[in-house]
């Protein structure tokens, strides 16, 4: 399940450049330090592709660690619980809870903020942008802008007093909005019980079919792409069985520090001919196609080329083949 994903007026602060990108960076730190330090509830809306649809937040924070509980607030219910690198996925209408590891922190709304900035200027240029108000709080817009084509662009609207990201838009290359978050209520609490985030159903955990991933490290990878866009870099490398799904996939993990890339290198293709296939959903793309007779599948908040070049490119490790990047643009 993919993580879960905003009205604004922009006026451009007068300051140098430099002293505009430091101040932008500095501000994006405060928003760093709010995700993981502030205990909230509130209900935020995510739109995309013309629909729009409402999730209801507890965010918690206890001896460093987060826990959140999120459940959609139209259409079937959903329960999903993220702590520890584990995302839990309730489904009360068909009984069915699906279990995931992650082995890297998931890059969710409101959580969107890279840990490292400093690499980001390379490849995207930030700036601070004009004040508004959101669930009504002032609030200061922060704007990222690619650098190519591989990579999307972002508006964050953050709370000016504490940092906390308020409203997030993702932007394509005709400066579009293709997805979009946005608080519409929002409350801070000095503490929160552990009883909030906790799982649905307690007493009746026997009533739901459990489906459990697995996570295999694995320091041996058999497969490698050869064609990465500037700026990702392979951040982990795993073996991966999904809920849900028979059988083991490679799992290869890229990430320019905000987007991010999964390769899935699957089963082996008998047969029947597979041709290549292009999904979208909100800013996720999804590409998947065959590779020397394995299901290759590359997906991630990044433009079609950048899914398209990693996948065609993917290849086995036995070649050892001379990796090369993709071309700049």
């Known amino acids: 399940m993919r993580g879960w994903r905003p009205l604004w007026t922009a006026g451009l602060v007068l300051a140098s450049g430099a002293a505009f990108a430091g101040s932008a960076r500095a501000f994006l730190n405060r928003m760093q330090d709010a995700a993981h330090t502030l205990d909230y509830t509130g209900t935020?809306?995510?739109?995309?592709?013309?629909?729009?649809?409402?999730?209801?937040?507890?965010?918690?924070?206890a001896h460093g660690r987060v826990t959140e509980r999120l459940t959609t607030l139209d259409g079937r219910r959903q329960v999903?619980?993220?702590?520890?690198?584990?995302?839990?996925?309730?489904?009360?209408?068909?009984?069915?809870?699906?279990?995931?590891?992650r082995a890297m922190a998931l890059k969710t709304f409101p959580a969107l903020i890279p840990t490292h900035l400093k690499p980001l200027r390379r490849f995207y240029?930030?700036?601070l942008g004009g004040l508004g108000r959101v669930a009504g709080?002032?609030?200061?817009?922060?704007?990222?802008?690619?650098?190519?084509?591989?990579?999307?662009?972002?508006?964050?609207?953050?709370?000016?007093?504490?940092?906390?990201?308020?409203?997030?838009?993702?932007?394509?290359?005709?400066?579009k909005t293709i997805?979009?978050?946005?608080?519409?209520?929002?409350?801070?609490?000095?503490?929160?019980?552990?009883?909030?985030?906790?799982?649905?159903?307690?007493?009746?955990?026997?009533?739901?079919?459990?489906?459990?991933?697995?996570?295999?490290?694995?320091p041996t990878p058999t497969w490698t792409v050869t064609k990465v866009p500037p700026?990702?870099?392979?951040?982990?490398?795993?073996?991966?069985?999904?809920?849900?799904?028979?059988?083991?996939?490679q799992h290869l993990v890229y990430s320019d520090g905000l987007a991010g890339v999964s390769v899935f290198i699957g089963r082996r293709v008998q047969g029947v001919p597979v041709h290549a296939q292009l999904?979208?959903?909100?800013?996720?793309?999804?590409?998947?196609?065959?590779?020397?007779?394995?299901?290759?599948?590359?997906?991630?908040?990044?433009?079609?080329?950048?899914?398209?070049?990693?996948?065609?490119?993917?290849?086995?490790?036995?070649?050892r083949p001379q990796a090369r990047r993709a071309p700049k643009g």
């Open 125 to 127: 240029a930030i700036h």
């Open 44 to 61: 935020f809306v995510y739109r995309h592709d013309g629909l729009l649809s409402a999730m209801h937040i507890v965010h918690r924070v």
């Open 179 to 218: 997805e979009q978050f946005l608080f519409i209520r929002l409350h801070l609490h000095r503490t929160i019980p552990a009883s909030a985030v906790g799982p649905i159903g307690i007493g009746h955990a026997s009533t739901y079919k459990k489906e459990r991933g697995e996570l295999f490290f694995d």
């Open 279 to 319: 999904f979208r959903l909100g800013a996720l793309h999804v590409f998947r196609t065959v590779v020397d007779h394995r299901m290759v599948t590359a997906l991630g908040d990044v433009p079609t080329v950048t899914v398209e070049t990693m996948a065609l490119s993917v290849r086995p490790l036995a070649q």
């Open 231 to 249: 700026g990702f870099r392979l951040a982990m490398h795993l073996m991966r069985r999904m809920a849900g799904h028979k059988g083991i996939v």
């Open 137 to 175: 709080m002032a609030a200061r817009l922060v704007v990222i802008d690619p650098r190519d084509r591989y990579r999307y662009g972002y508006r964050l609207w953050a709370d000016r007093k504490n940092g906390l990201l308020l409203k997030a838009a993702i932007i394509n290359d005709k400066d």
């Open 80 to 101: 999903i619980i993220r702590q520890h690198g584990q995302i839990t996925c309730y489904l009360p209408h068909d009984r069915v809870e699906f279990v995931e590891q």
